[in-house]
């Protein structure tokens, strides 16, 4: 593998990481409920447009083979 490639994977790695990591803050961290609700908007926005990062990643990914 390529190293510029070994990059993509890996920045794909830690973006899933993120995500289930911001997923599980907004489903089941208390706190998320009692922010103001544009904070709530905008991590629910961060993680729309963070699970389309990881696709673009993972469509990259798959042209690797």
Partial sequence: MLPHQQRVIDEKTELFDKI?????????????????????QLLEEQLKHMNAYWNVL??????FV
């Fill in 58 to 63: 993972r469509q990259r990914v798959e042209s």
């Fill in 20 to 40: 289930e990591k911001l997923e599980a803050f907004i489903k089941t961290n208390p706190i998320f409920g009692q922010m103001e609700l544009q904070d709530q």
